[in-house]
């Protein structure tokens, strides 16, 4: 089946990069329409066609068309015009998928309404439902310059009506005769013998991902058929949801002789990763299994999964020398997700059986398994970061003797990670380099670059939000220099990037000059940001451990090859109003000293101690230990968080107990209050009292139906009304999550109970939802209404686009207010500035009151320092360790954003100011201007509403609007 896909629509895809222009624009649908995203680029998708530019399954990645009609009617066509060659040959390619009631083809034709039929590419009659199927079509353009293509849903649309149905049509290309047998023409690497073939197998735990399980999944993996179209949304594909780790263990029949695996699997987006690790055994009796090793690291000869984008990849080892009748494979998931769709093991020579399996005795492979993890994951960092260096020297073009040297060096490194010695976690950290034969990886690049004649050490200028990776260097780096700009008492930051191309580490000193209170300023924080690894295996520059000065200087080491980052944080307090010219010199033994020029900007305004966008992430700091608190780091988080301007924290639903009633419904046992008189000592003067209550369809035992259930809640709510009111606290600072999350109608209607009581006996407290309704119309409209605070989710309000954004403005012109959050991860992965930083913009454009982030202390049961430890995905955007918490950059962001809500705000209300007090004012249309065109320049650029970090964008656009908003403030004083 795989062999049968390249052939069809493999040649369509390979050949597009023999010819200089596709006939066929965007014939995979992978750019939409920059004025109607909901539409593809080059094509013509009529309104009401029943066509839609769909993101959830295609043939050769996630993106397609598809039709989809509930009744019998008339259709119209997607179309595109193109150009031919007069009596050309070419070859026609499209993929498709149908529900069995349709027949989707590509029609080619000449222009006209009566235009000459060139060719047709239909679905075959008999096509599986819902799988892709590749076709193509040889056919000859004529005297045909001109023609149009046109995508059918089914051939009976063409004279007139076509049933109900669904069709999809994905990888629409034109190629010449010449380009399709170019491509085709590839000699194909014969496949070795598959013993899996057919085999019987076990799942542990069973598969769970909705959309690819069914009763098939049993014999899937060894049917000898993969995957084709988006992988885990078609039938074919086995997959696993919040799995780890996924055990599958083949039966081969017979004990027989191993020479390798495969393992075919997809990742890169929609939280999908690549696993971490892929543990083979083999056992000839089924209870002791012997370690083949980790088939991630051992595959990356072979080619590593390309990153950030989704792909499908296979793992192959081919050089094993084992045997066995069992096969055991053990997935360490990266995220949530765990999919394949085939597994292969090849056979090896007859008398290898013969030989004793050799190494370690397994019993346990589960407990082998965790034993292993830590080390498997170190030895495959430092592989996977070798491959990309040997990708760097080979392409280098160098001299003779140096590539052989460097050849020499990486197959020394080689051998070094295989003769690694165990180690162990406590006190790891996945700071890179991870050790000295990590730094010779790295050293690499430096040696390359030194032999180009690049200068040993390169400042270079550095946006700080911008996604940065260790070797980083481009062809024209930037000018280095740092520019901030801030209020007094608010904090911003400036980063500068230093690149050592030497053989050794650089020990480099930065000495400040030219600004108040160097050279070392009081409002000044120099960090020197690590390298660090996470739990998906993407390194990252985000901690920012505060760097302090060693006499008059900074010192900061940068390793071999690398490229390290300084960020420096101002925070005005005692330098004056105006424009202050400094700059760093930084210097080495034996190098010029580079000078970097920095630019402090005071504006005369002022920010508030206590600034209006509110500020939580779910800290439950009510409690010792829950997700990443611990009784050792709480005070710390809480000060760090409070520094942030977090004044809304999140405490359990144990510090407001139910307690006991009676059958009047009066209390017999009153709630225990200790644990929320706790956690106001914990958290003084926070603004809001946040308390996420988990609430069911009863109260002690009494179900909504009930009427002793009304009763209840009222002598509950009016308890801990008394007791906030008693402790000196509005009940407005009760902020009460009573179900998390609701996006079903009993999830509705469970809220609507509790708080059609809680209003009408405190309607003070505030009552706050966050509707997870992909499609808001759906919700109760009694739910939406039962509560104060609306609070929708972000990137479902950037995916949802106008129709949700429009159904929640609507709800805050009915009353509602409006507050706005983010739970995607893995935090670090997440882009600072567009996920973590414009939240507070769109707040602003929203008229929303409050910003909020899953969850601050969230570090997926891990050391963010020790990243191979986590067991699953970490949220919280700082460095919370067990016993420290370390600002990161995601964390900063969520800091500037508060200020960027703030100065927006103080604009808005001089605005108002002016327009009641000097409606005449020359500079009173500017500003309006300003600011009612300030959230859409920020929210509306290119690329922004794409949350991942690595994805390049124009972060400074940010700081622009602001500084000008700050200059037009300056200006209205």
Request: glycine letters at 8%; hydrophobic letters at 45%.
């Amino acid at each position: 089946m795989i062999a049968r896909w390249m052939a069809l629509a493999g040649i369509a895809l390979a050949a597009l990069s023999l010819s200089a222009a596709p006939v066929v624009t965007n014939g995979t649908f992978a750019q939409a329409q920059a004025t109607r995203a909901a539409a593809p680029e080059a094509w013509d998708l009529p309104a009401d066609s029943g066509w839609a530019y769909v993101n959830d399954d295609g043939a050769s990645d996630a993106l397609s068309v598809r039709f989809r009609a509930t009744a019998q009617g008339a259709g119209k066509a997607l179309a595109q015009a193109v150009t031919l060659t007069p009596n050309a040959a070419y070859v026609l390619s499209a993929s498709f998928k149908t529900d069995g009631r349709l027949r989707p083809l590509v029609l080619l034709r000449a222009p006209g309404a009566d235009g000459a039929e060139l060719a047709r590419l239909e679905c075959e009659a008999k096509a599986p439902a819902g799988t892709w199927q590749a076709r193509t079509q040889a056919f000859t353009a004529g005297a045909a310059t001109q023609a149009v293509v046109e995508l059918w849903a089914d051939a009976r649309h063409l004279d007139g009506a076509a049933p109900a149905g669904s069709a999809g049509i994905d990888d629409v290309q034109i190629l010449t005769a010449a380009e399709a047998a170019a491509a085709a023409a590839t000699p194909a690497v014969p496949a070795p013998e598959n013993l899996a073939r057919g085999c019987a197998y076990t799942l542990e735990p069973h598969p769970s991902y909705g959309l690819c399980t069914d009763p098939d999944d049993k014999i899937q993996l060894t049917d000898g058929v993969y995957t084709v179209g988006y992988f885990w949304t078609q039938k074919s594909t086995v997959g696993w949801s919040r799995a780890r780790p996924v055990m599958i263990t083949l039966d081969l029949g017979a004990d027989v002789p191993i020479s390798g695996l495969s393992f075919n699997t997809a990742a890169g987006v929609a939280g999908v990763e690549f696993p971490r690790a892929i543990m083979a055994m083999v056992s000839v009796d089924g209870r002791t299994y012997y370690s083949l090793g980790d088939m991630v690291s051992l595959s990356r000869r072979k080619g590593i999964p390309p990153a950030e984008k989704y792909a499908v990849h296979r793992y192959v080892v081919d050089d094993l020398q084992t045997h066995g009748r069992y096969v055991k494979l053990l997935i360490d998931t990266a995220g949530a997700y765990c999919f394949v769709d085939e597994i292969e093991v090849f056979r090896g020579q007859p008398e290898w059986t013969q030989a004793a399996l050799t190494g370690e005795a397994i019993r346990y492979p589960l407990e082998y398994f965790q034993d292993n993890l830590f080390n498997a994951a170190v030895k495959r960092r430092i592989g996977y970061d070798l491959e990309a260096a040997r990708t760097f020297v080979l392409g280098a073009g160098l001299d003779a003797a140096l590539q052989t040297r460097l050849e020499a060096e990486i197959a020394a490194i080689e051998t070094g990670i295989g003769a690694l010695p165990e180690l162990y976690p406590d006190g790891y950290r996945s700071v890179v380099p991870l050790n000295d034969l990590h730094a010779r990886v790295y050293a690499l690049y430096g040696a390359v670059r030194s032999a180009r004649g690049l200068p040993t050490l390169i400042a270079w200028g550095a946006n700080p939000w911008d996604f940065l990776r260790p070797a980083d260097l481009p062809d024209a780096p930037p000018a280095p220099a740092i520019s901030i700009a801030a209020m007094r008492g608010e904090h911003r930051a400036g980063a500068v990037n230093l690149t050592n191309n030497g053989p050794r580490p650089l020990q480099l000193r930065l000495s400040l000059s030219g600004l108040p209170g160097a050279p070392v300023p009081a409002d000044l924080t120099v960090h020197e940001i690590p390298w660090t690894d996470t739990h998906e295996g993407t390194l990252i520059a985000a901690a920012l451990p505060v760097l302090q000065p060693v006499g008059e200087a900074f010192e900061v080491t940068v390793p071999a090859g690398m490229t390290r980052q300084v960020y420096v944080t101002f925070q005005p307090k005692q330098t004056p109003a105006g424009t202050h010219l400094g700059r760093i010199q930084i210097s080495a033994p034996g190098l010029a000293p580079v000078q970097v020029p920095l630019t402090l900007r005071v504006f005369d305004l002022d920010f508030p101690a206590q600034p209006r966008l509110h500020v939580g992430g779910w800290d439950y700091t009510d409690v010792d230990a829950q997700y990443g608190v611990t009784p050792q780091n709480r005070d710390a988080l809480i000060a760090h968080l409070r520094e942030r301007y977090v004044d809304s924290p999140w405490g359990t639903g144990s510090v407001m107990p139910i307690g006991t009633f009676g059958p009047d419904a009066a209390y017999t046992q009153p709630p225990d209050t200790s644990r929320f008189e706790r956690w106001l000592e914990r958290w003084p003067n926070a603004r809001r009292y946040c308390v996420f209550n988990a609430i069911g369809g009863a109260i002690a035992g009494v179900p909504m139906d009930d009427p002793g259930f009304a009763p209840r809640v009222s002598t509950w709510i009016r308890f801990w009304a008394d007791f906030v009111r008693q402790k000196g606290l509005r009940t407005d600072q009760l902020v009460l999550l009573l179900l998390d999350e609701p996006n079903r109608p009993e999830q509705d209607r469970i809220i609507v109970a509790w708080a059609q009581v809680i209003q009408a006996v405190e309607p003070d407290v505030v009552l706050w939802e966050d509707p997870t309704h992909r499609d808001p119309t759906t919700a109760l409209p009694e739910m939406m209404a039962s509560v104060d605070v609306l609070c929708p989710n972000r990137p479902m309000l950037l995916q949802g686009g106008k129709p949700f954004a429009d159904f929640y403005r609507a709800q805050k012109a009915a009353g509602r207010r409006l507050d706005f959050y983010s739970c995607s991860g893995p935090a670090f992965l997440l882009d600072p500035y567009s996920y973590h930083r414009l939240q507070a913009w769109t707040a602003f454009e929203f008229g929303a009151e409050s910003s909020y982030f899953w969850a601050f202390a969230d570090t997926g049961g891990g050391d963010p320092w020790n990243a191979y430890t986590a067991k699953r995905t970490a949220y919280a955007p700082a460095f919370v360790a067990p016993s420290s918490v370390t600002a990161g950059k995601h964390m900063e962001a969520i800091r500037e954003s508060v200020g960027d809500f703030e100065i927006l705000a103080m604009l808005r209300d001089r605005v108002d100011a002016l327009a009641r007090t000097a409606p005449q004012d020359a500079r009173l249309e500017r500003a309006r201007a300003l600011l009612a065109a300030a959230p859409a320049r920020v929210l509306g650029a290119e690329g922004v509403d794409d949350l991942t970090w690595s994805d390049p964008k124009d972060r400074g656009i940010a700081d622009t609007v602001r500084i000008e908003v700050a200059e037009m403030l300056e200006a209205l004083k």
